[in-house]
């Protein structure tokens, strides 16, 4: 088990900006890949963005590449979501997780609404 946390999540206007933040407790993280996904109500579940160890490799979906940035700190065993020029189609609930044979373990989500 990899047990973490999200926050940073919350209400912001269309244009703003949050950073989102994810702690791990009892493992390292950083010989994992990390990632960040999202979930609007009724929908799937969707990839948002991931980053490798080391952060040599960022990847990010084509609806927030250039918006969104990705990084993370080994020494804090956590991984940050930067997000700017926020949209009302970024409301979701954002969840992140990391990557062992598959996206195995995840946290709880934090829920990020944007008001128009």
């Known amino acids: 088990q990899v047990p973490l946390e999200e926050s940073g999540g919350g209400l912001v206007q269309a244009g703003g900006s949050l950073r989102l933040s994810c702690v791990a407790s009892?493992?390292?993280?950083?010989?994992?890949?990390m990632g960040w996904f999202r979930q609007a109500s009724g929908k799937d579940r969707e990839f948002v963005s991931n980053?490798?160890?080391?952060?040599?490799?960022?990847n990010y979906a084509d609806s927030v590449r250039g918006r969104f940035i990705m990084s993370r700190d080994d020494f804090k065993n956590a991984v940050y979501l930067q997000m700017n020029s926020l949209k009302p189609e970024d409301t979701a609930v954002y969840y992140c997780a990391v990557y062992q044979n598959g996206w195995n373990y995840w946290g709880q989500g934090t829920q990020v609404t944007v008001s128009s």
């Open positions: 009892g493992r390292p993280l950083s010989g994992y890949i």
């Open positions: 980053i490798s160890p080391g952060s040599s490799n960022i």
